[in-house]
């Protein structure tokens, strides 16, 4: 099943698609504590965050993300709506 959503993993948590382990456990800290709950975030978007970190931090889920962000991205220049995989590995 797929889902729409406005940004994909690495604009969730605003690095590049060059990013290392070192940049992304930070960017995911940083998110995390900007869109807490508890901070006064949103839930929806805390829960991105932390699907975001759970696919990128690892090595063979971040590679299967790429391989179908690249296909999504092809398929949008042909005038194909844009979609984002739900449920990674969680």
């Known amino acids: 099943m797929?889902?729409?959503l406005d940004r994909n993993y690495?604009?969730?948590?605003?690095?590049e698609r060059t990013a290392d382990e070192a940049g992304i456990?930070?960017?995911?800290k940083k998110a995390a504590l900007i869109h807490h709950p508890d901070k006064g975030g949103?839930?929806?978007m805390f829960q991105q965050?932390?699907?975001a970190f759970q696919v990128l931090s690892d090595s063979v889920k971040r590679?299967?993300?790429?391989?179908?962000?690249?296909?999504?991205?092809a398929h949008s220049?042909?005038?194909f709506e844009e979609v984002q995989p739900e449920g990674w590995y969680t």
């Not at 690495?10 to 690095?15: A, G, N, P, R, S």
């Not at 456990?25 to 995911?28: P, Q, R």
């Not at 590679?63 to 991205?73: F, G, H, L, P």
């Open 25 to 28: 456990k930070k960017a995911y």
């Open 49 to 51: 965050v932390h699907e």
């Open 10 to 15: 690495y604009d969730i948590l605003e690095i």
């Open 77 to 79: 220049s042909l005038g």
């Open 42 to 44: 949103s839930d929806d």
């Open 63 to 73: 590679s299967d993300y790429d391989k179908v962000i690249t296909e999504t991205a």
């Open 2 to 4: 797929n889902k729409k």
